[in-house]
């Protein structure tokens, strides 16, 4: 247990002085925040993970990754993706007098 506990708090360590030093590097001051979100968001993660071992939640989520569901969805995801890429409006889609290929009509809404 002393032996998990020495392990976490290593990996925390290295962490910080890792982002730290990334911080440090970074040239430009705009990205700061966000990188400073994300560093926190993966902090608070690794703060958690004796929570996550307690419960045994972490193998839940590898199981959830390596699920048959989420290879379908990314599956999926790719397949859209592709048609997406692969779409070019027709010119026959203009449906009124003056518009131009691609775009869609939309009739004024009038309220009584």
């Known amino acids: ?15 910080m002085v890792l982002i730290t030093a990334f911080m440090h590097v970074i040239p430009n001051e705009g ?3 966000y990188i400073r979100m994300f560093t926190g968001l993966v902090l608070v ?4 993970t004796p929570v996550f071992r ?3 939640a972490g193998s839940e989520i590898l199981h ?3 699920s048959g569901a989420y290879e379908e969805k990314l ?3 790719r397949e859209a993706t592709d048609v997406m890429e692969d779409y070019e409006p027709d010119s026959t889609m203009a449906s009124e007098e003056g518009e131009k290929p691609g775009e ?3 009739s ?4 009584h």
Do not use: G, T
Request: charged share 25%; aromatic share 24%.
């Open 31 to 33: 990205y700061r925040k």
């Open 75 to 77: 599956e999926e995801i």
């Open 45 to 48: 993660l690794l703060l958690l």
């Open 54 to 56: 307690l419960f045994d």
């Open 104 to 106: 869609i009509y939309i």
């Open 1 to 15: 247990m002393l032996d998990y506990f020495y392990e976490w708090m290593k990996n925390i360590a290295c962490y």
């Open 108 to 111: 004024p809404i009038r309220i």
């Open 64 to 66: 959830l990754y390596e």
